[in-house]
């Protein structure tokens, strides 16, 4: 089944028409909002090189859970 999503608001004009494995190959600047400086702190501090190891991080995903369980308690 083929899925459509636009990720034009969510990534860098260069990598809206990516397929996902190259955006998740891509650095994290390759989200919008994102610089190559956040590039070089994500590496430094949390060894972080990837979009994929940004969505995989433990404790990015911890504050997502948490968040989301938050959100089914209000």
Same mark, same amino acid.
């Given at each position: 089944?083929?899925?459509?999503?636009?990720l034009d608001?969510? *990534?860098?004009?260069e990598y %809206?028409n990516k397929?996902? !494995? %190259?955006?998740?190959?891509? @650095? @994290?600047?390759?989200?919008?909002? =994102?610089?190559?400086?956040? !590039?070089?702190?994500? *590496?430094?501090?949390?060894?972080?090189?990837?979009?994929?190891?940004?969505?995989?991080?433990?404790?990015?995903? =911890?504050?997502?859970?948490?968040? !989301? =369980?938050?959100?089914?308690?209000?």
């Amino acid at each position: 089944m083929a899925v459509n999503v636009v990720l034009d608001k969510a *990534l860098d004009k260069e990598y %809206e028409n990516k397929s996902l !494995d %190259e955006i998740l190959s891509a @650095p @994290p600047s390759a989200l919008a909002g =994102l610089t190559e400086a956040h !590039d070089k702190q994500l *590496l430094e501090t949390l060894r972080i090189k990837t979009i994929a190891d940004l969505a995989d991080n433990k404790y990015f995903r =911890l504050a997502a859970a948490l968040a !989301d =369980l938050a959100k089914k308690e209000g």
